[in-house]
């Protein structure tokens, strides 16, 4: 489980969490949702550890995650709104590099079955410049997979369903139901919570604030 407790966040003058506290259930998806600037996306950044608190502690089954960060990081993926992809790159090639500054090992197998699971592989060498929004927030989440051939214990995705049709949606929620049933922790950041038809917990920033 992982427990928030007296988080301070402070951007500029204001502070965007003051003395806020929670729990997130492992082995489960928890979607966030809440008014724009309620802070989904720094907690989020928060929890990923790339945003530093003004004080405060985050553990994970007790023990804190900012006692070794690089480990902290290994265990997890974090997809954000820009999706992280180079224009110069194709989708195989954008996939190929993520590997890489993860310090996996992935052959061109791993990365065509990585695209196939959200059906991206016909796309595989087309360069992300001429994706079109929609086919860019898959290939991002065709790093998912990479979670059923490493240690990962966490997602970690900021409103990981914009762009997505009916069908880049549902692959989607596949994708989270396999990750739930090998013991992984999903936290969603999305106002698309109304779309979701698998169980999850909510933590709603509004209520909190």
């Not at 720094?42 to 990923?48: E, G, Y």
């Not at 052959?107 to 196939?116: E, Q, R, T």
Request: with cysteine; charged share 20%.
């Amino acid at each position: 489980m992982l427990a928030l407790k007296n988080i301070k966040v402070q951007r500029g003058s204001k502070f965007v969490f003051l003395d806020f506290n929670t729990k997130i259930q492992s082995s489960s998806l928890t979607i966030i949702n809440g008014k724009n600037g309620s802070g989904k996306s720094t907690l989020l950044r928060v929890i990923a550890g790339l945003t530093s608190l003004e004080s405060g502690q985050i553990t994970n089954n007790g023990c804190s995650i900012f006692i070794d960060k690089e480990q902290w990081l290994q265990k997890l993926i974090f997809i954000n709104v820009k999706n992280g992809l180079s224009n110069e790159l194709t989708v195989i090639e954008n996939l190929r590099s993520w590997v890489m500054i993860k310090g996996w090992v992935a052959n061109k197998d791993d990365l065509i079955m990585a695209l196939k699971s959200v059906e991206m592989d016909k796309y595989m060498d087309i360069p992300i410049s001429q994706c079109s929004d929609g086919l860019k927030k898959r290939a991002a989440l065709a790093r998912l997979y990479f979670s059923f051939i490493n240690p990962v214990e966490f997602w970690i995705l900021d409103e990981p369903t914009n762009e997505l049709d009916y069908l880049s949606f549902n692959l989607f929620q596949n994708l989270i139901s396999k990750f739930v049933k090998i013991k992984g922790s999903i936290l969603i950041a999305t106002h698309d919570k109304q779309k979701f038809k698998i169980k999850y917990n909510s933590l709603n920033l509004d209520k909190m604030s």
